[in-house]
T-cell receptor, first 118, second 115 residues
Framework: AQKITQTQPGMFVQEKEAVTLDCTYD???????LFWYKQPSSGEMIFLIY??????QNATEGRYSLNFQKARKSANLVISASQLGDSAMYFC???????????????FGQGTTLQVKP | DADVTQTPRNRITKTGKRIMLECSQT?????MYWYRQDPGLGLRLIYY???????NKGEISDGYSVSRQAQAKFSLSLESAIPNQTALYFC??????????????FGPGTRLTVL
């Protein structure tokens, strides 16, 4: 079975500091993708970053980077230089990419609420 | 205009009522999904569709039905709403041919309250 675990229900970070949001996953699929989405208080889901299981380098998108450790089955999100607008719920998600498992669906973690303090 | 739209955005209904949530997309994607979000549980898949003739159950399909009226439209119905179906509902689309990795594009969500 595929599962995403986010063990931090809530996090605080000081403005301008970096923060790491944890994500571990469990899958038997040989290839898969990992996503991070941001959900502000308004409710919409905003795509942040993607990492493929066969990608050699960790993904980066502006202030977001994904610390992918395949052997540990972890895909932590690092936000550098936090801003007040980063306060939101963050979801880690996984999609299987192999054969008949490749339905395009996402399996989500429980989410982590990040609050950035001024 | 938004690529993925959902109507209504908010709905309050009573137990036992039938309700339909609608999703439309202009992205030209083949695949469409319905998720529900509950506090502490993240998003869970209700149904998904690969095209108008291909409908599949997700992990929590009991109590729900769907209709894919056209490539661009995917509706979710609650035949007899119950209070534990109170949640935030998201429609999403994806297209394997436009990307290598199943990125999904989400609608703005429908907040449903069943009294």
């Amino acid at each position: 079975a595929q599962k995403i675990t986010q063990t931090q229900p809530g996090m605080f970070v000081q403005e301008k500091e970096a923060v790491t949001l944890d994500c571990t996953y469990d899958t038997s699929d040989p290839s898969y993708g990992l996503f991070w989405y941001k959900q502000p208080s308004s409710g919409e889901m905003i795509f942040l970053i993607y990492q493929g299981s066969y990608d050699q380098q960790n993904a980066t998108e502006g202030r977001y980077s994904l610390n992918f450790q395949k052997a540990r089955k972890s895909a932590n999100l690092v936000i550098s230089a936090s801003q007040l607008g980063d306060s939101a719920m963050y979801f880690c998600a996984m999609t299987p990419l192999h054969g008949s498992s490749n339905t395009g669906k996402l399996i989500f973690g429980q989410g982590t609420t990040l609050q950035v303090k001024p | 205009d938004a690529d993925v739209t959902q109507t209504p955005r908010n709905r309050i209904t009573k137990t036992g009522k039938r309700i339909m949530l609608e999703c439309s997309q202009t992205k030209g994607h083949d695949r469409m999904y319905w998720y529900r979000q509950d506090p502490g549980l993240g998003l869970r898949l209700i149904y998904y569709s690969f095209d108008v003739k291909d409908i599949n159950k997700g992990e929590i399909s009991d109590g729900y039905s769907v209709s894919r009226q056209a490539q661009a439209k995917f509706s979710l119905s609650l035949e007899s709403a119950i209070p534990n179906q109170t949640a935030l509902y998201f429609c999403a689309t994806s297209d394997l041919t436009s990307g290598a990795y199943n990125e999904q594009f989400f609608g703005p969500g429908t907040r449903l309250t069943v009294l």
